[in-house]
């Protein structure tokens, strides 16, 4: 069994810039597109137009967004991200196949005046699933401390959505700011997570999320599964 890397406070910064890094990144590409098609939207009402307009930000962003992340922490923290380019490769896959199970959303979205609705769903899926693809293609013993944060960090993300959406924040605003903000949450709350997780196995000495740890008697089970195989061998050899 591998011993974890503990993670040091440089590593967590480092994380944290290539979080905002890929948000800011996903940002600009939705400012290009925003302003592109900005004239020929038209203006107070939703049609097919705007909704279209809506998913190509929606995909570029994300797209932009995700794989900037991925490859920024991949050079800051080599180390533990060493699989570049497979990283890459699955995180737009993901992205790619996620753009087009959300295009019927999308349309569905229009009957039902919730499309801004959709697109924050589409926003907040890419990333969770873009940070999970992270984690468990950094080691497989480990992957499940990344499940955790990264879960813990959707929630935290969530949570922070229905505040600002709370507070009436512009939609545009929220529309600029969500990216890099979702990118660090995550980054963040995945850092903390698993600091706190260090000091835990360093004081009590109990590796529970390596996935080797055996926490619920499997071991017994394979033990009693081995010596059936063996009487069964012994049996047929009779």
Request: proline share 2%; glycine share 8%; charged share 15%.
């Amino acid at each position: 069994m591998n011993e974890k890397r503990p993670l040091t406070f440089s590593l967590f910064l480092l994380r944290l810039l290539s979080g905002f890094t890929g948000g800011i990144a996903g940002t600009l590409a939705v400012f290009v597109v925003y302003f592109l098609f900005l004239s020929l939207l038209p203006a107070g009402e939703e049609t097919s137009l705007s909704v279209f307009f809506i998913i190509v930000i929606a995909f570029l962003g994300t797209l932009t967004a995700n794989t900037v992340a991925a490859l920024m922490v991949s050079f800051l923290d080599s180390e533990k991200y060493s699989r570049r380019k497979t990283m890459l490769t699955q995180v737009f896959l993901f992205n790619l196949i996620l753009f087009f199970l959300t295009i019927p959303l999308y349309m569905l979205g229009i009957t039902l005046g919730i499309t801004e609705g959709i697109a924050a769903m589409h926003l907040l899926l890419s990333a969770f699933v873009s940070a999970l693809i992270l984690e468990i293609l950094a080691g497989y013993e480990y992957s499940l401390v990344g499940v955790y944060s990264v879960s813990l960090g959707i929630f935290v993300t969530i949570g922070l959505a229905l505040v600002a959406m709370s507070l009436e924040v512009e939609s545009v605003t929220l529309l600029f700011a969500a990216m890099p903000a979702v990118w660090v949450t995550l980054q963040l709350v995945s850092g903390i997570t698993e600091l706190i997780y260090d000091n835990f196995l360093r004081f009590y000495g109990v590796d529970a999320l390596n996935t080797k740890t055996d926490l619920g008697g499997d071991s017994e089970v394979d033990v009693e599964d081995e010596e059936e195989d063996n009487t069964e061998d012994e049996t047929d050899g009779e």
